[in-house]
């Protein structure tokens, strides 16, 4: 696939989910079904906002397929792990819809995700089985550890982006960058649909970032934001685990990092303070950032970062080898956590002088 017909079919899939998204919108305004209401304690947006993200991309998606399969006599000669992928995302985003209205349990969600995950692996044959040459030592095959590794990152993945869904674009903006730095890098997008993918967010972004209006917005809700963490996930697993691609795995968690981070990072200081690690809270980086930025200024600081990062990770691809790539990635690693949690370290310390 040429750069002008990625293009091309990038305009068109924005145009079928701009239409998609907007007339779910709509449907779900006038009998307000799957409707955000703002709580004023975790849910500060203005307005009663659809919730019908997910549902618009995956239906541009499946449309805008449709239509690339017949333009190019293609029916019968697609890839089974892009049928499987598209397959699986149904029931995946239909699940995940309950949790957006009836607010599953957490160890639901998991199943939920970790059914999903299984299914892919055995229906593709496609699972995470070597990390390439990690430690300077040889390549690391994980070999009866495959699929159980496998099931952990992509379960990892889905609850990363689905906890970073917490301001405007956030979620399926660094979605669609990690997936254009996957596509591009590794060549997987000049000969998949992952183009179709990016288009579709597009479309959906138009009406999250309210370009038309407050009154236009859309959310993507807990099934979008899975959906966008299960594509990304299988993209990066494809990419890195395919002989037909070149990229290191190691290369694919910088590609992820900020999503990543700020899940490991919540996690640990959450059980640290005694909650469990799923409960709500205003303690992911968008939220420390925005009392000092704006929302949109800091969705701007984390897509840049979210960028450079990847890009960073490319560059050390190019020019270093995996141990050392990892070691920066420690690195980075460490000051994310020093500057993301710096704060929190401090307000403890003074509240237990405050109780001594």
């Avoid at 598209?86 to 995946?92: D, F, G």
């Avoid at 995940?96 to 160890?107: M, S």
């Avoid at 594509?231 to 990419?239: N, Q, T």
Wanted: with cysteine; net charge neutral; glycine share 8%.
């Amino acid at each position: 696939m040429e750069l002008t017909i990625i293009l091309d079919y990038i305009i068109i899939s924005i145009i079928v989910s701009m239409t998609i998204n907007s007339i779910l919108r709509n449907f779900a305004k006038k009998y307000n079904f799957l409707v955000d209401i703002p709580d004023r304690s975790r849910k500060f947006h203005k307005k009663p906002t659809p919730t019908t993200g997910g549902i618009g991309i995956l239906i541009a998606l499946l449309i805008s397929g449709k239509l690339y399969v017949d333009l190019n006599n293609l029916t019968g000669y697609i890839p089974e792990f892009t049928f499987q992928l598209m397959l699986v995302s149904i029931p995946l985003l239909g699940l995940f819809l309950i949790d957006d209205i009836k607010n599953l349990k957490p160890r639901y969600r998991i199943l939920i995700q970790c059914l999903v995950t299984i299914y892919m692996i055995f229906s593709t044959n496609v699972y995470i089985e070597s990390l390439g040459d990690l430690f300077g030592l040889g390549e690391i095959n994980l070999g009866i550890f495959s699929i159980p590794f496998t099931v952990f990152c992509v379960v990892g993945i889905m609850n990363a982006f689905n906890m970073i869904d917490g301001i405007n674009g956030l979620c399926s903006g660094c979605a669609m960058l990690t997936l254009m730095l996957i596509g591009f890098y590794s060549g997987l997008i000049y000969d998949s649909m992952l183009v179709l993918i990016i288009g579709s967010m597009l479309g959906f972004l138009i009406f999250n970032l309210r370009i038309f209006g407050i009154k236009r917005g859309v959310f993507l809700g807990d099934s979008g934001s899975n959906l966008m963490g299960f594509w990304v996930a299988w993209s990066a697993i494809y990419a890195s685990q395919n002989i037909i691609y070149d990229v290191e795995p190691m290369t694919i968690i910088w590609f992820v990092a900020i999503p990543l981070l700020d899940c490991i990072g919540l996690i640990f200081s959450r059980i640290r303070e005694g909650r469990s690690w799923s409960s709500a809270g205003r303690d992911h980086i968008h939220h420390k950032l925005m009392n000092y930025f704006s929302p949109d200024g800091v969705l701007l600081i984390i897509l840049v970062i979210t960028l450079i990062t990847g890009l960073f990770g490319i560059f050390i691809e190019n020019n270093a080898t995996s141990p050392t790539s990892l070691i920066l990635f420690l690195v980075y690693s460490f000051i994310y956590f020093v500057l993301a949690h710096y704060n929190d370290f401090n307000n403890n310390d003074n509240q237990l002088k405050k109780n001594v």
